[in-house]
């Protein structure tokens, strides 16, 4: 199951917003082995694309590091899906290297800008994917 408080959740959502009609992407990160999200990165799609992701690599690269000496990990990859339910594609489960990690879907295909937004969340390993629960709280308390 993947907690999150209702901030980042929000903060996720206004992001695939703004950047429809285009995938927005990003990563909330959190202490390294807690499996709490804490912090919202959002990234830049190099793509620009309505159909597909994909993080600049030198953002990437600074933002490893940059969790690395926060003593941070990626606890949740996020992205939108403009025109398909929040379902992993062939690509996504082909790109998602970090088994640790929950891997969150936004889908704005049918949303206006108020939402609905489908917002689920998804473990892949191995190409393997499982969806879980979500759980949206007021605070991690």
Known sequence: MLTLTKALHD???????????????GVLAGPAGSDR??????MLNA????????FDSVDLLKLYREMDDRD???????????ATEAYPSR???TYANEPGAHYVLV??????????????SYRIVDGE????????VESYA
Request: net charge negative; proline share 9%; glycine share 2%.
């Open 11 to 25: 903060q996720i959502v206004e992001h695939a917003r703004q950047d429809h009609p285009d995938e927005a992407c």
């Open 37 to 42: 999200p804490e912090r919202f990165v959002p």
């Open 47 to 54: 793509a620009r694309s309505p159909t597909f992701y994909e």
């Open 72 to 82: 941070e990990e990626p606890v949740v990859i996020y992205h939108s899906h403009t």
């Open 91 to 93: 690509t996504d489960i």
């Open 107 to 120: 889908s704005t295909a049918d949303a206006d800008d108020a939402g609905p937004f489908q917002f689920r």
């Open 129 to 136: 994917v499982t969806e879980e629960e979500v759980r949206i």
